[in-house]
């Protein structure tokens, strides 16, 4: 099969993360049975382009909701944040740079899904997240998913966001692929899509720094759940524990507060239900 220009992109991509990982001596390498939760060094996966949950900043260091969810659950494990190493991993990427042992753990607004399952072992979630819609201001007639119909949104490569518009509520929008949600919402700002429909939190970041409105009409429960290789059961109970004392030492609160305390959302500061370690 002739290979497409997004799996030469994809395949470079988790290639190249692996590199880094074999160069640092952190990533799974020969050791690939090993659990994370052994380990006193860790590559954690996050976002670099999303406002309040992953950004990378001009020094090359990251910061944001997640990146902090992460510091905690390591530390938690025994793992200072001067072994830790965070490294960009986009949602076109997270499963088979898990599968490579590019990164030890992902923590990157990372959905839990029947299908991810069969690939990723997931602990968590440590949050749930609804989905929502950010339009521009002058889009006063998009209130509701279903008036989507026949508008453009976002396809993110490797994101079910825009699945749950067209596949699960049946609504003909018109998907226009993107790599990521920044440039999303670089290409609303410019007029190229009229919509960008994903996870409130997500788009609460963008919105604080950009022109346009969220419509305030929520309709799935994301859960954000922490990626681990597929059958690493005891580092998936770890976390899992970690994420119970985050909640209950509130620095979960905390850290909503931190992020999106102004963002006008209705944060949940209480334990998630866990789906399980699989």
Not at 26 to 45: F, H, P, R, T
Not at 58 to 84: H, Q
Not at 260 to 269: D, E, H, I, P, W
Request: glycine share 10%.
């Amino acid at each position: 099969m002739r290979a497409t220009p997004r799996t030469r992109r994809t395949t470079a991509a988790v290639a190249a993360l692996a590199a880094m990982a074999g160069l640092s001596g952190c990533g799974l390498g020969g050791s690939e049975k090993e659990s994370m939760s052994k380990k006193d060094s860790l590559v954690i996966g996050v976002k670099e382009d999303q406002p309040a949950l992953g950004v990378k900043r001009p020094d090359g260091t990251y910061e944001g909701f997640d990146v902090d969810v992460a510091t905690y659950i390591a530390g938690e494990l025994g793992v200072p944040k001067s072994r830790l190493t965070f490294r960009t991993t986009n949602s076109s990427v997270r499963e088979e740079a898990l599968a490579e042992g590019a990164v030890d753990m992902i923590v990157a607004t990372y959905s839990i899904t029947a299908k991810r399952k069969t690939a990723v072992t997931f602990a968590g979630p440590y949050y749930v997240a609804h989905q929502d819609t950010f339009v521009r201001a002058d889009a006063a007639a998009i209130k509701d998913v279903r008036d989507l119909k026949g508008k453009r949104i976002c396809e993110v490569t490797g994101s079910n966001s825009w699945r749950r518009v067209i596949e699960e509520r049946k609504v003909a929008a018109r998907p226009v692929t993107v790599n990521t949600y920044g440039a999303c919402m670089d290409a609303l700002a410019a007029g190229r899509l009229d919509a960008v429909s994903t996870d409130d939190l997500i788009l609460a970041g963008f919105a604080a720094g950009r022109p346009g409105r969220m419509i305030n009409a929520p309709f799935t429960d994301e859960k954000y759940g922490v990626g681990l290789r597929k059958g690493d059961l005891k580092g998936c109970e770890q976390v899992n524990r970690a994420i119970t004392r985050m909640y209950q030492d509130g620095t979960a609160q905390r850290l909503l507060t931190k992020w999106f305390g102004k963002s006008g959302l209705k944060l949940n500061v209480s334990v998630p239900q866990f789906e399980g370690c699989t």
